[in-house]
């Protein structure tokens, strides 16, 4: 295990601070947990720690304080950040109509030493590696810490936007070894130092932060061909919500409708239209940060790609450290538990399916509405075998009125030990709640709804009891898929919206589903039945 330590150099930051606030900080004696201070205009300033918000002073900020921590830090870049010399802290600038500055956030810089060792092995691997999570986890702290262990085996070059890894001034900060810097004039202008530092210093290393512009991944794609291993990070939380970011699913390989030919759909057992990576991932490995020490990661992001668009996600790595400090890695089970996240893309593209259960998962998506069967199954003298279900989250008199519905033995208990199968909510399964995690111990098949609704629950107690389908004419459905996968990619290469042919509503459900599932916002106009989906970008 690692010994953490931590240098913060809080006393450069409480120096350019107004006096008045910079004690109040000291006062509030909790620098440890200290993420960033807030000034603006006209408002009381505020303390964020890790553990939550704090009001410093009764007194509003003033133009004077604004004034003289300005005039005590470096110049403002074109993404109106700036620093203070040798140190990791960032000041950032809000600025009103006139260029004047009426806010600032003073966020604290830390250069954390041991907090890469829970990674180190997929780092020193040569694979690159793409590291995801919201502000203020702890990306950068993670990506410098990596900079300077590879420096101390190779040529490791940083391409510093904001100086947020290396730090602000001429010298690096010592947190990142012997790793080289190359800072960029303009955030604009990051794709472009990118190529500089493969082209004109020879780096077998290139680290880079907030990858969030399409030539930025273009870039690093370039890079990544020609052999330098690539450790970045990007704008995202997990791999689902980076594959559909237009932008950016390049890094992972990106995704596409393809139509199969007739032969090839059948051998499949699929529709002509699925979605399909597009290309080789730039980046190999990908993690996300889902708390400050505990990592999802996903080995092979080829293959973690693959089977999303396939509907059958493979379930993550989980790395955590305790409270003495110990790492712990769960290695995933040979069979995924549950299907949660992007798997309802892949689902809009197909009906159904009349398959056995067994020991799946599946996720739930609202896009097409199918109805059951007039008379269901056990009307018509079929014997269906009662299944005992535990929701967790699911909301049980719509689970009750759905199986009445249907007409389906659906037994409902009040203890998990009880259950063939458990349902719950998406929001429940990503948090890994302790009654997810011990489902998953006995072998449960796990069920994912997207949401809380009795459209779902009743497709998802039609595909548990196998009921047949009266899906809506096949040819029909592809060619309408298709219209609309080519509407959404004129209007992803500049055309301000496209008109789709008059639908059903069912059809519709789906435009709109596929529409999101890019981003992009789309509207239903007219009157039956001649009502239509328009799409467009806001």
Known sequence: ????????????????????????????????????????????????????????????????????????????????????????HRISAIRNRRGHIVGLTCRVGRAVYGTIDIIQDLIESGKSVLILGRPGIG???????????LAEKKRVVIVDTSNEIGGDGDVPHPAVGAARRMQVPKPSLQHEVMIE?????????IVIDEIGRELEAAAARTIAERGVQLIGTAHGRTLENLLL?????????????????DEEARRRGTQKTVLERRAPPTFDVLIEIQERDRLAIHPDVAAAVDALVRNNPLPP????????????VEK????????????????????????????????????????????????????????????????????????????????????????????????????RQQTILEAEQRGMPIYVLRANTNTQIEQLLAELFNLSMQPEDGDEWEETMAQTQAAIQMVMNGERYVDLAPASAAIRRMQHEMARQYQLTSHSYGKEPNRRVRIYRE
């Open 317 to 328: 790595e989980i790395r955590y450290r305790d409270a003495e400090g110990n790492i712990h």
């Open 332 to 431: 995933p089970p040979a069979q995924p538990a549950a299907r949660n996240g992007y798997g309802a893309m892949q689902a809009g593209f197909r009906r159904l399916m009349n398959e056995p259960t067994g020991a799946r998962s599946t996720e739930m998506t609202p896009g097409r509405r199918e109805e059951p069967e007039s008379e269901p199954r056990s009307m018509r003298g079929e014997r269906l075998q009662p299944i005992r279900i535990y929701p967790y989250g699911v909301a049980r008199n719509r689970l009750q009125q759905s199986a009445k519905r249907l007409g389906v033995p659906a037994l409902i208990v009040r203890a998990l030990e009880e259950a063939d199968v458990l349902i719950t909510l998406r929001a429940y399964y990503r948090s």
């Open 197 to 205: 530092a493969v082209e004109n210093h020879n780096p077998e290393v």
């Open 1 to 88: 295990m690692t010994q953490r330590r931590i240098t913060d150099d809080l006393h450069v930051l409480m120096g350019v601070l107004p006096p008045r606030i910079a004690e109040a900080v000291q006062k509030a004696n909790n620098s440890d947990q200290l993420l960033e201070i807030v000034m603006d205009l006209g408002r009381k300033p505020v303390a964020r720690f890790t553990n939550g918000d704090l009001t410093l002073l009764e007194e509003e900020v003033t133009h004077d304080d604004l004034d003289f921590t300005v005039s005590r830090i470096g110049e403002f870049d074109a993404d109106n950040r700036a620093g203070l010399e040798r140190t990791l």
């Open 245 to 261: 970011n237009p932008t950016l699913s390049d890094l992972v390989g990106g995704i596409e409708a393809v139509t199969l030919s």
């Open 139 to 149: 990306k950068t702290t993670m990506l410098r810490e990596a900079a300077r262990i």
